[in-house]
């Protein structure tokens, strides 16, 4: 089968640590076997690279991502990097450097103790919030530390993300938006949110909308997921919420994520979301189904939708297997 077109597409592929450049190389290869015309550069980063020669992510590289169309990310991380090293030196790093403002995930899956699937996407901001690193700490090591952590929201950095939240709902059958904070609480960055949310909102009058506190959302997350279609919340909140939508959606393993530069200035970045599985790596073990999957939103975002529907077709059905065997049997069924 073909693509759309007869398109080239220009990948960077970050493997990174761990399992990440098996499952990299399989949804490749089922990226392939869709009909895509993929052109591909390896980049060394993550923890190995950083362990080795100190280099995390230099200017001269991150100016060289910015040719491609596309990054797709295996995953990165090893337990003998520090926290937070190589999460804010890399993936923050890209996340606010190209300007990748709205991470979307979307979940569709049979929740236990529930009879029927769901299907709903958040999309968190991925820009702003307490990941942009604004504190300090005072008097460290002592039993006088103080430490500060701000959270940053912006009207502008807000408003793209409902809006963007918006424009997907419009699209899809049930045309429903629910944003998520802790208004109650946070009363001026929550505050922030729902003005925001609600002048936006009648921009749209054929979307519905509705307004959860976190937490309740984290019940409704398990006791009632189908009362969502698309979720929009600020960066913390929707890291959290994301893995346990994972949780219910059968399992982290099995989640996709997009990190989208939607004004295209630069390229957007698609990656599983279930870490660099030191433990298994070489064996075989690891689904590369979530890598799959989000090489799926990489073509939807590459304007090549026929194929990433005919992948997301070809994953509905579990398969079983080594890492190797999976993608076989899913770039098989797309190709009958």
């Known amino acids: 089968m073909t693509g759309t077109d007869t398109q080239t597409h220009k990948v960077a592929v970050i493997g990174g640590d761990g399992i990440g450049p098996e499952v990299t190389a399989v949804a490749l290869d089922v990226v392939r076997a869709a009909g895509v015309d993929v052109a591909t550069t390896d980049y060394d980063l993550g923890g190995a690279r950083y362990l080795r020669d100190g280099e995390i992510l230099s200017d001269e590289t991150l100016n060289s991502l910015r040719a491609f169309d596309a990054i797709l990310l295996g995953a990165v991380g090893t337990p003998d990097v520090p ?11 890209m996340r606010f450097e190209l300007d990748l403002y709205v991470n979307q995930r979307p979940f569709v899956g049979t929740a236990p103790g529930h009879s029927h699937p769901h299907d709903f996407v958040v999309i ?21 530390e103080v430490a500060t952590q701000g959270s940053v929201n912006t009207r502008m950095g807000v408003e793209r993300c409902i809006r963007y939240a918006f424009e997907l709902a419009s699209t899809r059958d049930r045309k429903h938006v629910t944003l998520v904070h802790k208004t109650n609480v946070l009363t001026f960055a929550g ?20 307004y959860n506190h976190v937490d309740a959302a984290c019940i409704y997350f398990v006791q009632d997921p189908h009362r969502y279609d698309v979720i929009v919340t600020d ?15 059968g399992g982290i393993g099995l989640a996709s994520s997009a990190n989208l530069n939607p004004a295209r200035t630069g390229p957007s970045m698609f990656e599983p979301v279930h870490g660099s599985a030191p433990d298994i790596v070489g064996t075989g073990k690891a689904n590369p189904t979530a890598a799959i999957l989000s090489a799926a939103l990489m073509l939807d975002f590459l304007g090549e939708s026929a194929a990433a529907d005919r992948i997301r077709t070809a994953c509905a059905e579990p398969v079983s297997g080594s890492t190797t065997e999976i993608g076989r049997a899913i770039a098989a069924r797309i190709s009958v």
Do not use: C, M
């Open 83 to 93: 926290p937070g090293v190589i999460e804010r030196g890399l993936l923050l790093k």
């Open 191 to 210: 505050n922030l949110w729902e003005r925001t949310f609600n002048e936006v909102a009648a921009e749209y009058p054929q979307v519905g909308t509705a």
């Open 124 to 144: 968190r901001e991925n820009t702003e919030g307490p990941y942009v690193g604004e504190g300090g700490v005072l008097r460290r090591g002592t039993p006088h």
């Open 235 to 249: 960066n913390l909140f929707g890291d959290i919420l994301t893995d346990l939508g994972g949780a219910v959606s």
